[in-house]
Every structure is written in C-alpha cells, then in structure tokens.
C-alpha cells in the first residue's frame, strides 16, 4: 500500500492535541470517532482556562472591564465564525448549545408560524435523528406532511427522485450536508437551487461538512444552516445557527428570559434585534470564546488542505479496508483521488455484531464508534441493525489506519472461528 509522503499535516498538527498521547490498555490511542466528536488543540483547550482566568464575566450586561473583555472576546467569537462561514454580518450567527437545538429552534420558531395542515416538509432518509424528530414534532402540532428524499443504488442521495417531491404543497427543504453514516456529500447547491426556484426555503444540517470543508453560505444561498462545536475542534455545549437575516428577523422568539429583550412591562415585552433575540439567558461564554478558538485554528491551517489530506487519507482506508473478507462498507466509494466522499466507512463484517468489533479494537487502543449512529430509518432502508464506523480528522495517519485494519482484521478472523 502507498504510504503518505511526509511531513504530512498529522505530522505537523499531532503535538497540538495532548489527548492523543496517551494510552488505552497499554496501546498507543488511536482516535477513529472523529463524526461523533473530534478532539480538541491546546489552544481552544487555553481558550476555555484563560476566560475563567482572567476574564470570568457575564456579557453584555455591566460596565467594568471583566465584563468588557468577555462581551468582546464573546462577540469576537462571533465574527470569526461569520467569516468562517462566509457569513454576510455576524449577527446572523445565532449561538446553540448544539445543532440539534439550531435545528429545534428553526423547527418551534419558524416552523410552528409558517407551517399548517397539508403543507410538506422534505428531508432525506438519511438523516440524523436531531433533523428528522423536531420536524415529527412539527408535523404532529400542525398537520404538516413529511416527505422522503430516498436513495440511489450507489447509496447517495436521489436527486431525480427529489424533483419529483418537489411541488406546490413543498414548504421547506431540511436536509444534511453530508451524511454521518453513508459518507456521502449530498448536492445541496442544487437542491438549494431548485427548491428557491419554487419559493422554498432549505436548511443545510452541516455538522458533518463544517469541520472538513470550507463553507460559503452566500455561494450555497442556503437560508439556515447549522453546526455543532464539538465536531470542529470545538468545546462540547456550543452550536450554531445561521440565517439570513429577514428570515431570522420575520421569526419569533424561541426562548424567553433576559438579554433576549428590549423592553419589558407586566403584561407584555419587546424583543431585541438578531442575533440576541435567539440567544435568552446567560450564555455559554466560554465555550462561545473557545469555539472561537478552534475556528481560528482551523482557519491558520487552510479548509481546504484539511480536506485534501483526509481525502489522502480516505483513499488509504478504503485500499485497506477491501483487504478485509466478508467487510459490507455502506454509501458510495470515494473517487479515485479519495475526495468524493466524507472521510468516514461505516461497515458491517458478516454475522459479527459492530459493538464486539469494537470492543475488541478498544483493547488495541483503536476508538471506533458502533450502533446506528443516530440514523435508525437509514439503517433500516440499508438493512442493517448497526453497523461500525471509523471517522478520520486531519490529525489521524496512515500508520494509525494500519493499526486499525490489523486489529479488524484480528477481531473478524476471531469471531469468524466461532461462527
């Protein structure tokens, strides 16, 4: 197998992350959970020490200095992920505890005020639960209809079958970016394309696409779109939602409470311009800051170096990974340069349950994830009741995807002897 060349950006990047020194049952840890949360560098890991240090102050509120340097370094957070996103002003960036409360706020906010009785709502089977259960919610509040974007014989998104969903009845279009178990990188500029051409606004969940490419939500013309911290370097407990800004401004508030104001009486309140009138109560301040951290740090590093290595890297997996008997990998291959494709394989190995296959790596200091990965209908459609996944990040190496497959390859010689 062709190895990398070196110095590769593992190479350059692994001293950053203190995490990955360590071992796990006397093995050197090898991290392959990337989709489910990536790991964090020293400096957002500072980011997080330093506010509570030094700078330890609710926002927005006072007028003394800590207060000051937190609502700054709070804000400035804010811009770094509007220019992350190609964002027009940063206060179309709404801050989240995660995306799933992004895409709950867009769900109870605008959904509950636009949608009504026999309006349809497309998503996709593959979506994630946090996607699909808000707007099952929705739906049963208003008699809304939800639609299914299904799958192709590659196991992609079925853009013909779309067209045909997409009809006067259409209300909005919520899909994901790229999918956190097939690996494939949905065609969202044309979904986007062809359901503005009908007056209907699309949501791009992009949990899985934020921390791999580069984004430009003016280029996509989406008109929300969500993602979660802690899959981008991130700390855990901060998300975000952006929107265009009469959209956000046309909304109501999701939650009550202070900063979310700007006049208040007993029997009735105003609320505050975006991007505060989403954002009631105190924030999370810290997490805000270091979000802003590891946005910076991507940013130093390049979007789209990131994403030519781990397409590297991608292309390495799946040679070693057809080394592997009786392996079912689930979604479409990557191209031949291992772009194509998000860097994850979910797969399946015979009769041998995923959650013994990784158990069995967790003994050989590999982390993988096993289950349905929060997509129960996909496993369904794809006939499967779990499956395993390795998820990479620009900081894993092919050293370590040898690791894996040789511990795979043990784990599915073992349990092969007992079936």
């Given at each position: 197998?062709?190895?990398?060349?070196?110095?590769?950006?593992?190479?350059q990047?692994?001293?950053?992350?203190?995490?990955?020194?360590?071992?796990?049952?006397?093995?050197?840890?090898?991290?392959?959970?990337?989709?489910?949360?990536?790991q964090?560098?020293?400096?957002?890991?500072?980011?997080?020490?330093?506010?509570?240090?030094?700078?330890?102050?609710?926002?927005?509120?006072?007028?003394?200095?800590?207060?000051?340097?937190a609502?700054?370094?709070?804000?400035?957070?804010?811009e770094?992920?509007?220019?992350?996103?190609?964002?027009?002003?940063?206060?179309?960036?709404?801050y989240?505890?995660?995306?799933?409360e992004?895409?709950?706020?867009?769900?109870?906010?605008?959904?509950?005020?636009?949608?009504?009785?026999?309006?349809?709502?497309?998503?996709?089977?593959?979506?994630?639960?946090?996607n699909?259960?808000?707007?099952?919610?929705?739906?049963?509040?208003?008699?809304?209809?939800?639609?299914?974007?299904?799958?192709?014989?590659?196991?992609?998104?079925?853009?013909?079958?779309?067209?045909?969903?997409?009809?006067?009845?259409?209300?909005?279009?919520?899909?994901?970016?790229?999918?956190?178990?097939?690996?494939?990188?949905?065609?969202?500029?044309?979904?986007?394309?062809?359901?503005?051409?009908?007056?209907?606004?699309?949501?791009?969940?992009?949990?899985?696409?934020?921390?791999?490419?580069?984004?430009?939500?003016?280029?996509?013309?989406?008109?929300?779109?969500?993602?979660?911290?802690?899959?981008?370097?991130?700390?855990?407990?901060?998300?975000?939602?952006?929107?265009?800004?009469?959209?956000?401004?046309?909304?109501?508030?999701?939650?009550?409470?202070?900063?979310?104001?700007?006049?208040?009486?007993?029997?009735?309140a105003?609320?505050?311009?975006?991007?505060?009138?989403?954002?009631?109560?105190?924030?999370?301040?810290?997490?805000?800051?270091?979000?802003?951290?590891?946005?910076?740090?991507?940013?130093?590093?390049?979007?789209?170096?990131?994403?030519?290595?781990?397409?590297?890297?991608?292309?390495?997996?799946?040679q070693?990974?057809?080394?592997?008997?009786?392996?079912?990998?689930?979604?479409?291959?990557?191209?031949?340069?291992?772009?194509?494709?998000?860097?994850?394989?979910?797969?399946?190995?015979?009769?041998?349950?995923?959650?013994?296959?990784?158990?069995?790596?967790?003994?050989a200091?590999?982390?993988?994830?096993?289950?349905?990965?929060?997509?129960?209908?996909?496993?369904?459609?794809?006939?499967?009741?779990?499956?395993?996944?390795?998820?990479?990040?620009?900081?894993?190496?092919?050293?370590?995807?040898?690791?894996?497959?040789?511990?795979?390859?043990?784990?599915?010689?073992?349990?092969?002897?007992?079936?």
């Amino acid at each position: 197998m062709t190895q990398l060349q070196t110095p590769t950006l593992a190479s350059q990047v692994r001293a950053d992350f203190p995490i990955l020194a360590q071992q796990i049952h006397g093995q050197p840890l090898v991290y392959l959970d990337n989709a489910a949360t990536s790991q964090k560098p020293r400096s957002v890991l500072d980011a997080l020490q330093d506010y509570y240090q030094t700078d330890n102050a609710n926002v927005h509120r006072g007028a003394h200095t800590l207060s000051a340097r937190a609502t700054d370094a709070y804000e400035g957070a804010r811009e770094k992920i509007a220019r992350f996103i190609n964002a027009p002003k940063p206060e179309q960036v709404i801050y989240t505890r995660n995306a799933s409360e992004a895409i709950n706020l867009v769900a109870y906010s605008w959904g509950m005020a636009n949608l009504t009785a026999g309006d349809e709502v497309i998503l996709t089977v593959m979506e994630h639960h946090s996607n699909l259960i808000p707007w099952q919610m929705v739906a049963q509040r208003t008699g809304a209809v939800l639609k299914f974007v299904g799958l192709t014989e590659r196991e992609e998104f079925d853009l013909d079958q779309f067209k045909t969903l997409l009809t006067a009845k259409t209300k909005l279009v919520s899909l994901v970016h790229a999918s956190n178990t097939l690996g494939c990188i949905n065609p969202v500029a044309e979904v986007i394309a062809l359901a503005h051409q009908q007056g209907v606004p699309v949501l791009v969940d992009a949990c899985q696409s934020a921390p791999h490419l580069a984004l430009d939500v003016q280029a996509l013309d989406c008109d929300w779109l969500v993602a979660s911290g802690h899959k981008m370097c991130g700390p855990t407990g901060i998300g975000f939602l952006y929107g265009k800004a009469a959209l956000l401004r046309s909304m109501p508030p999701f939650l009550g409470g202070g900063e979310m104001i700007a006049d208040v009486f007993l029997d009735h309140a105003t609320y505050a311009d975006i991007p505060h009138k989403f954002e009631a109560g105190t924030p999370a301040i810290a997490e805000a800051i270091a979000l802003g951290a590891a946005v910076d740090y991507l940013t130093h590093l390049g979007m789209d170096r990131i994403h030519a290595y781990e397409a590297e890297l991608t292309h390495y997996l799946f040679q070693r990974l057809a080394e592997v008997p009786t392996l079912r990998l689930y979604g479409p291959p990557p191209q031949a340069d291992g772009s194509g494709r998000a860097a994850l394989a979910a797969f399946t190995a015979g009769d041998v349950h995923p959650h013994d296959l990784s158990t069995i790596l967790d003994q050989a200091g590999v982390a993988i994830r096993a289950g349905h990965h929060c997509t129960q209908p996909l496993h369904r459609v794809i006939k499967a009741q779990s499956t395993a996944r390795v998820s990479l990040y620009f900081y894993n190496t092919t050293a370590e995807i040898d690791v894996f497959i040789a511990a795979l390859k043990e784990a599915v010689e073992f349990f092969g002897s007992i079936f």
